[in-house]
């Protein structure tokens, strides 16, 4: 008698200490248990307070969310899809709970008294709880609250929880397969395979046609050429005012220019390409001499008149420029 009269009040904080832990080992077992058959879990607020409540040698990640359309959240209803997508995945890559981590959803439908608690004036909020006991412990109670900044992926939050469990397995994320995607995929396909079939034949003579090829190069030098990219570049205004009321339609200066300007200079450079080509390849073949003579003329003309334009603009452009030719002087 006087042994055990020593020996209890030693042995009653042993006691509570292995009635402690052995509460958080059937806690764990009990939600993962769960978990198994649905995870994340979907919570309320009795089961949030126990699952979440120390000492716990587990960590839980809980999404706090509002779900309902009532609350209007946008941003829930875009997250949740990816929140159900990492606790899958992780249950179905943790089967043996070596992460020692639980995933849980718990709406404001069913925890009003927790966002109260907690004090949360909007949602959703994903908070991760770490151990309080165990190899695992952390030395602060708070719980970890994710940034929701940017686009949200299952992917950017499994980084994340990376960051915070170290030492332990990360399942990576796995997706279920989309079968209407991969059906739809391969229909097009052989749908646009069938009709590449079927006019390859009349397709094959145009993409070898040489003359095909040298009109696509030459917009693409008469667009690069003329400034486009310099457009995209800049983002220069289409045109701007003359400060009397009027439209200008040509920047002063080799370092400004307006989106009309450069489809105006496109086109002079077009119309005076095209005169070129049709006085060096067209005119010698045509066999009647009169209309050889008038298509020379013609196209004489046009050239001097659309280069003399042309000069006009690049005075604009550098007015100390002394080179002019009429009939724009």
């Known amino acids: 008698m006087r042994w055990f ?23 764990f077992s009990e939600f993962h248990a769960k978990a198994q058959a649905s995870s994340p879990l979907k919570l309320a607020d009795s089961s949030y307070k126990k699952l979440t409540s120390a000492p716990r040698d587990y960590s839980v990640a809980i999404l706090l969310t509002a779900l309902d359309a009532r609350f209007g959240c946008q941003l829930c209803a875009e997250f949740q899809p990816e929140w159900d997508v990492l606790g899958k995945s992780w249950i179905k890559g943790d089967k043996n709970a070596e992460s020692r981590l639980i995933f849980g959803t718990l709406d404001f439908s069913n925890g009003r008294d927790t966002f109260i608690s907690l004090g949360l004036q909007s949602a959703p909020v994903l908070l991760l709880f770490q ?6 412990a952390s030395s602060s109670s708070d719980p970890v609250r994710y940034d929701f900044t940017g686009p949200q992926s299952a992917e950017s939050v499994h980084q994340w929880l990376a960051r915070h469990l170290p030492d332990r397995p990360h399942p990576p994320v796995s997706r279920p397969i989309n079968y209407v995607s991969w059906i739809v995929s391969t229909v097009l ?50 045109v701007a ?63 001097v008149f659309m280069y003399s334009f042309l000069l006009s603009i690049f005075r604009v452009k550098n007015g100390g420029y002394p080179i002019k030719l009429p009939p724009f002087m």
């Open 241 to 303: 005012g003359d400060g009397r009321g009027g439209i200008s339609y040509f920047a002063g200066g080799f370092q400004n220019q307006f989106g009309l300007e450069t489809q105006i200079v496109a086109f002079m450079y077009g119309v005076l390409s095209f005169a070129t080509i049709s006085l060096a390849i067209k005119a010698p073949r045509t066999r009647d001499p009169k209309i050889q003579q008038l298509a020379v003329i013609v196209w004489g003309v046009v050239l």
């Open 5 to 27: 009269s020593l020996l209890l009040p030693v042995a009653l904080p042993l006691g509570s200490f292995a009635a402690k832990k052995s509460s958080s080992v059937d806690r």
């Open 131 to 136: 151990p309080t006991t165990g190899p695992h």
């Open 189 to 238: 396909v052989l749908f646009f395979a069938a009709v590449g079939y079927n006019i390859w034949p009349y397709l094959l003579p145009v993409i070898q046609n040489r003359n095909v090829w040298a009109g696509l190069s030459l917009i693409g030098i008469l667009l690069f050429t003329s400034g486009q990219m310099f457009n995209r570049i800049r983002k220069v205004p289409y």
